[in-house]
Structures are given as C-alpha cells and as structure tokens.
C-alpha cells in the first residue's frame, strides 16, 4: 500500500487544529513522522515524546493535535489508507466498463506494493499490534473493512448473482490470499525474486475464484441436464 500520501483523514484531531491551512499541514507531518517511526523502528518504538523531539515540538504543543497515543493512531491508520482507496478508485475508473478488468487490476496493483519497503514493514507492525491488543484490532479491522469493500462492489458487479454473504467472504479470500504473501515476498523477503512469477498464478486463480464462485463444473451441469 503505498503510504507517502501527506493528506490525513483526521477524526482524532483536537476539534479546531485543522481549522487552518498550517494546523492541516502541522497534522500531516504528525501522522507521517509516526509512520516512518513505525517503518524504520517498529510499533513498540511509536511514542508522542518521541514524535515531539523528531519534529522539535514540545510535547505540549503536540498535545494540542492528538492528546493521547490512541487518537494518534486511529488518524495514522486510516491515513495510511487514503492513497490505496484512491488508487483503487483511479484504476477501476480506467475499467469502469468490466468489473473483470477492475478486479484484476486491483489485485496486480496490491501484490506490487507488497515489494514497498513502507508496506513490508508497516502493515506486518499492525498485525502484531492487533494481535495484543483488543483497541488495535478493531481499529485494523475497520481499517480491512473498508479495504474489503471495495473488492466487495467489484466481486458484486462480476457476481450478482450471489448473495452479499458470500460476496464478503470472497473479498475476505481475496485480502488474505494476496496480503499474507507479504513475508514471503515483501521488501528483502526471502523469495522477493520470485514475485513476478508467483503474481500472476495468485491474480488468475483468484479472478478465476470469482468468476466460477458456486458454479457446478460443466460435466455435472452436462450430466444433470
């Protein structure tokens, strides 16, 4: 996912920080100082002291932006999201007219930013919050679901034929098939070099999943009939 956007989606801001053009941009800085901290040192490394001292503000004055580490890092959460759902929303307008197209193009989008130093080591640092701590996975899962979603409007444009249940559970198949080959093939993984080979067996077979989804194979159908 790429995570170099400087436009936050601020919810946990002290009301009034962004009322202004500088209290935007001194925000902006604020999540993107946290994230490369989370990318070069680790989640457990993320504290307001030390954001303070890297951007050489008093803890104080960092305060008036985020007054606890938790409204911190719902705001990094969902800013770290914002440019993959507008590259989400770039591609699919260049396919807008095959679902098909839109699925593909996601997926080979999603793999190739596994290879990002950013996502290799950022999302895996969530994951493992997440895993300790109750507040953290629900923040990731909102954070999944609104990923999901889109995947979710295109599985039901190729798909209306399914019901909404299962349309959930193909783009829950979708993201853990793609993402969970971050540790294998990610940024310095061991079989980084492999990834153009192992991209388009994982995208074909998933938009194959898709399309073929509760279909019987065409020797029952032949059979049956």
């Known amino acids: 996912m790429p995570v170099n956007n400087l436009a936050p989606i601020a919810k946990k801001q002290r009301p009034g920080t962004a009322a202004y053009a500088n209290g935007q941009i001194t925000a902006a800085n604020i999540l993107q100082t946290a994230k490369r901290i989370v990318i070069d040192d680790g989640m457990s490394q993320l504290t307001l002291r030390r954001i303070a001292r890297e951007m050489d503000m008093s803890p104080g004055n960092l305060s008036y932006y985020y007054a606890t580490k938790n409204d911190l890092m719902e705001d990094l959460f969902m800013h770290v999201l914002a440019p993959f759902l ?3 929303e770039r591609l699919r307008k260049l396919r807008a007219d095959s679902p098909e197209a839109q699925l593909r193009a ?6 190739d930013d596994l290879a990002t130093r950013e996502t290799t080591m950022f999302f895996p640092e969530m994951w493992v919050m997440a895993l300790r701590d109750a507040w953290a996975a629900e923040k990731m899962e909102r954070v999944y679901h609104t990923y999901r979603s889109v995947l979710v409007d295109i599985i039901a444009a190729m798909r209306p034929d399914l019901d909404a249940r299962t349309h ?3 783009a829950l198949t979708l993201s853990a098939s793609v993402e969970g080959h971050t540790v294998f093939v990610g940024h310095g993984r061991s079989h980084q ?5 192992v991209k388009p067996l994982i995208v074909e077979q998933l938009v194959k999943l898709v399309s073929q989804a509760g279909k019987k194979p065409a020797k029952q159908t032949a059979a049956a009939s």
Do not use: K, P, Y
Request: hydrophobic content about 65%; aromatic content about 24%; overall charge negative.
């Open 106 to 111: 996601v997926l080979n989008f999603v793999f």
């Open 193 to 197: 070099s492999r990834a153009a080979f």
């Open 168 to 170: 959930d559970d193909l």
């Open 86 to 88: 507008a590259e989400f």
